[in-house]
């Protein structure tokens, strides 16, 4: 787990060298949002690009379940309610501006405000662990008697793979079926197969090791077990080093890559990403992992996340280095409340 945590750590540093954002070499809920940009679901000319990493987790994921006979299409645990928690989810990633896995690797590259944000995850996973410990259950998953709609979700993303790598245009004046930045961090990316080769690798290695931020907090606030939690030391140990190596380590809160100081959206931000995460068992690294081992709820919430990130930037619930506007507030508060609700309606006693 720990060494596993380790080359993950080292892979995303190493992804910036190449080509990606600042402390962005991996980034779910960020690489996600660019997703939908790419597809033209938000038109935030900032964040549009056809992220291979993403892809190539879930595939990464489902070779190795393949192999390890581990694949079961399964899912109807309530579906509609787990993608409304991944769109919540991505709308408290966009307030904080990243995923619990960039924000280990904020942290390891000096990012104060990171920590701050961290806080605020584990209380929301703390208050997702007192929904569980009340009874809270979307209920059982069931196994399909079809292996097809475990594929579909990994079979969408290498079509849209396909469609990067060949450089389809169907429209050479207004764009598409793929959009792309021509500045800011969605123009910023490595070479495709660079990308490609190390969501593989961490596709793999999330899922021989379930890594999950969010389960190993509740696992040591259940149990006092910390096997997880060693995954992501592990990370923050790699990158730290790394970008010691390379002169990224830049320390503070002020004029960090895509963050911003506002300490209680940072703090709410990712609280919400914890509890949803907690709430559906399991952060949006591990949910892209679970789409590919034929989890189709799993891919209902990866699904839920894109459609958020479009609803954040479409109704400004998008934060930005600048700092985080009215609606922005609005859709984090409501989002704990409706995530809350969702909590306590599903107690069974």
């Given amino acids: 787990m720990l060494g596993s945590g380790v080359l993950i750590g080292l892979l995303a540093v190493w992804l910036v060298k190449m080509g990606n954002p600042p402390n962005m070499g991996f980034c779910i809920a960020c690489f996600e949002r660019d997703i939908a940009g790419a597809l033209g679901l938000h038109r935030a000319p ?27 299409s399964r899912g109807g645990s309530n579906t509609f309610v787990r993608f409304m928690l991944g769109v919540f989810m ?6 904080f501006l990243g995923c619990p896995l960039r ?18 995850f584990a ?34 993303l290498l079509f849209f793979l396909s469609l990067l790598v ?35 690798l ?10 999950c931020l969010s389960g190993g907090i509740r696992d040591f606030l259940i149990m006092r077990d910390t096997h997880l939690l060693l995954g992501f ?7 730290l080093a790394l970008n010691l190596s390379y002169g990224f380590f830049h320390p503070g809160f002020a004029n960090q ?46 699904v839920g996340m894109m459609v958020g990130a479009g609803f954040s930037h479409n109704f400004m619930f998008a934060a930005s280095p600048a700092g985080v506007g009215i609606y922005s507030q609005l859709a984090c508060v409501v989002g704990w409340v409706v995530v809350a609700l969702i909590g306590w309606s599903y107690r069974q006693e």
């Fill in 166 to 200: 060949t450089g389809t245009v169907f429209n050479p004046d207004a764009g598409g079926p793929l959009f792309f930045s021509k500045e800011g961090p969605g123009s910023m990316h490595a070479a495709v197969g660079l990308s490609l080769a190390a969501g593989l």
């Fill in 46 to 72: 900032l964040v549009q690009y056809l992220r291979p990493e993403i892809v190539g987790i879930v595939l990464g994921a489902l070779l190795t379940s393949l192999v390890s006979r581990e694949y079961q």
């Fill in 257 to 302: 890559p895509v963050a911003h100081t506002a300490h209680l959206w940072n703090f709410l931000g990712l609280g919400l990403v914890g509890l949803c995460a907690t709430l559906l068992g399991g952060c949006p690294l591990r949910q892209l992992v679970l789409a590919g081992t034929g989890d189709t709820d799993a891919a209902a919430v990866v």
């Fill in 202 to 211: 961490v596709g793999f290695l999330a899922q021989r090791t379930r890594l």
């Fill in 123 to 156: 209380v929301g996973v703390a208050v997702g662990v007192w929904f569980l410990r009340g009874g809270f259950n979307l209920g059982a998953e069931r196994v399909s008697h079809s292996s097809l709609g475990g594929f579909m979700l990994p079979l969408v």
């Fill in 233 to 239: 030391l592990g990370i923050l140990l790699g990158a």
């Fill in 90 to 95: 991505m709308i408290g990633a966009l307030v």
């Fill in 103 to 120: 924000d280990i690797l904020r942290m390891a590259g000096g990012d104060f405000n990171a920590v701050v944000a961290f806080a605020g």
